[in-house]
T-cell receptor
């Protein structure tokens, strides 16, 4: 059974800091991995999708990497801003039509 | 990215009534949609997989008669919470596969907060 872990559960950093959010999964036979952002009381916004054959994806100040063999992904946020404060979840699927397995998320607070 | 819309975004109802939540894929067709439930400060819990034109597949422990799912078209799935009770109060989120074909990328609605009095 696939398990996704995100540690720590919460993180507080000063504005401008570069930071890394970690995600690990137990079964390396994944189809893809997605990073999401969730604001309080809102749905999920897809940030980055990494296919199993890819090593990383970039969008603006965000960069996500994937190391399947070690069962790890990282989300790098450059020059963090207060607007980046949210909960960040990673999730994996094992097939194109299979279900997502979510981590519990990391709640990020960026202090002005 | 693809857009998934949920309605209503919040609803308050009396105990014993039924509530319907709609999930629409606005700019793509979705043969499969997923319904999740989220408790405060918890991650999403998959309730069921909604399949267009066929019965939904429910996760273990989710009552089929309590949470009725209908996926009548390629752009609409509905979740009806029947005879709602206060313990059904939660945040319900739907998702659908969109974007580039074969990537398996999922897009989520904005969620619907249900409060049962």
């Amino acid at each position: 059974k696939q398990e996704v872990t995100q540690i720590p559960a919460a993180l507080s950093v000063p504005e401008g800091e570069n930071l890394v959010l970690n995600c690990s999964f137990t079964d390396s036979a994944i189809y893809n991995l997605q990073w999401f952002r969730q604001d309080p009381g809102k749905g999920l916004t897809s940030l980055l999708l990494i296919q199993s054959s890819q090593r990383e994806q970039t969008s603006g100040r965000l960069n996500a990497s994937l190391d399947k063999s070690s069962g790890r992904s990282t989300l790098y946020i450059a020059a963090s801003q207060p607007g980046d404060s949210a909960t960040y979840l990673c999730a994996v699927i094992t097939g194109a039509n299979s279900k997502l397995t979510f981590g519990k998320g990391i709640t990020l607070s960026v202090r002005p | 990215g693809a857009v998934v819309s949920q309605h209503p975004s919040w609803v308050i109802c009396k105990s014993g009534t039924s509530v319907k939540i709609e999930c629409r894929s606005l700019d793509f067709q979705a043969t499969t949609m997923f319904w999740y439930r989220q408790f405060p400060k918890q991650s999403l819990m998959l309730m069921a997989t909604s399949n267009e034109g066929s019965k939904a597949t429910y996760e273990q422990g989710v009552e089929k008669d309590k949470f009725l799912i209908n996926h009548a078209s390629l752009t609409l799935s509905t979740l009806t919470v029947t005879s709602a009770h206060p313990e059904d109060s939660s945040f319900y989120i739907c998702s659908a596969r969109g974007g580039e074909r074969g990537t398996g990328e999922l897009f989520f609605g904005e969620g619907s907060r249900l409060t049962v009095l």
